[in-house]
């Protein structure tokens, strides 16, 4: 299965334009073994002896889901494809993919891909968010895609949020595999924390922790970058957006209204997590225990809010992670 050196040319950029040169561990791009970021970042997917087949991708995606830790379901391919127990899936064809990277599909219904965070115009690329819906609509427009609904029921905006797999290959008989972590491993999107994305959390972490390890798509964007939690002349030029903030807790304060994780000595000038008390339930059914997260490394993502001092309120636990040294080069290392 070849594909033609107009589209390659065409697609393989999933750098920002006006970014400048890319980076040389770009070259981590071409060692991909599981072939995700090659398919949708450069859509270079040549079946060649030696090299990755159709059935490579998903035994590849399969063993990533497996080291994701994804202990009910693996998330790289249809759990009904897996022998497992029966789960409800829908087939349609794609119509079109927008600048939010929500599908249209034939019948006229929307999908939103669970776990997807769709980037936003920066200053160096204003136009990102149209350019990468091209990118993801020139692999999906006009194929025949498997969905499961997350919810029972569209959102407010009549979207349906579910998991969606399309074929690795050009023809609708290729296996398919999971539309959202090939989409993050090519860096064409963040991970979305929420309810939608929870069940294939951490195997969409892993993807997005791979692409950012190697400067991939959006990646490449320095308005993109991790925020460090000492950085406050980052944090003065993105107030009011979803933003992932990385630093060490320098300690915990609670009432009876609200956990505080201080990031710094200077309450108020220093970046802070705020934990609703009403919420603390969720983080303890999940195992976390956010009191003990003093001297943690840890990596947060949510709405950057300044009026008090740069902080972020998270409501669930998959806003926040606990971070190990080399996380992100460890994903990308297990991709190659």
Do not use: H
Not at 67 to 88: T, W
Not at 95 to 109: A, M, P
Not at 158 to 170: D, Q, S, Y
């Amino acid at each position: 299965m070849k594909i033609s050196r107009s589209k390659k040319q065409a697609l393989r950029a999933a750098r920002p334009p006006g970014s400048g040169p890319a980076p040389a561990k770009r070259e981590a791009e071409a060692r991909v073994t599981g072939l995700i970021a090659a398919l949708v970042a450069g859509f270079a997917l040549n079946a060649a002896p030696g090299r990755a087949s159709a059935e490579g991708i998903q035994a590849a995606q399969a063993a990533q889901a497996n080291q994701a830790a994804n202990s009910a379901e693996d998330c790289a391919i249809p759990p009904a494809s897996q022998g497992r127990r029966r789960v409800d899936l829908e087939k349609a064809r794609v119509k079109s993919v927008d600048e939010r990277l929500e599908l249209t599909l034939d019948d006229g219904r929307r999908l939103k891909i669970a776990g997807l965070d769709p980037p936003r115009p920066t200053p160096g690329a204003p136009e990102l968010d149209i350019e990468t819906g091209q990118k993801l609509g020139a692999w999906l427009s006009g194929k025949a895609v498997i969905f499961r609904p997350v919810f029972t029921a569209p959102d407010r905006w009549g979207r349906i949020n579910a998991e969606v797999f399309a074929p690795a290959g050009e023809d609708d008989g290729s296996p398919p595999i999971s539309v959202a972590g090939a989409a993050l491993d090519a860096g064409l999107a963040r991970f979305e924390s929420g309810a939608a994305g929870r069940r294939c959390r951490a195997f969409l972490l892993a993807a997005e922790g791979a692409a950012r390890a190697a400067a991939l798509g959006l990646w490449g964007d320095p308005y993109y970058a991790v925020i460090a939690a000492s950085d406050r002349a980052s944090f003065a030029e993105k107030t009011g957006t979803s933003v992932i903030v990385e630093g060490r807790v320098a300690r915990v304060e609670e009432d009876k209204f609200r956990t505080l994780l201080l990031f710094g000595e200077r309450r108020g000038w220093d970046f802070s997590v705020t934990i609703l008390q009403r919420n603390r339930k969720l983080f303890t059914a999940a195992g976390l225990d956010v009191s003990t997260l003093k001297d943690k490394t840890v990596r947060v993502r949510g709405l950057l809010d300044m009026r008090f001092g740069p902080q972020i309120e998270i409501e669930r636990p998959d806003e926040i992670e606990a971070m190990t040294p080399g996380q992100d080069a460890a994903a990308a290392s297990s991709r190659r």
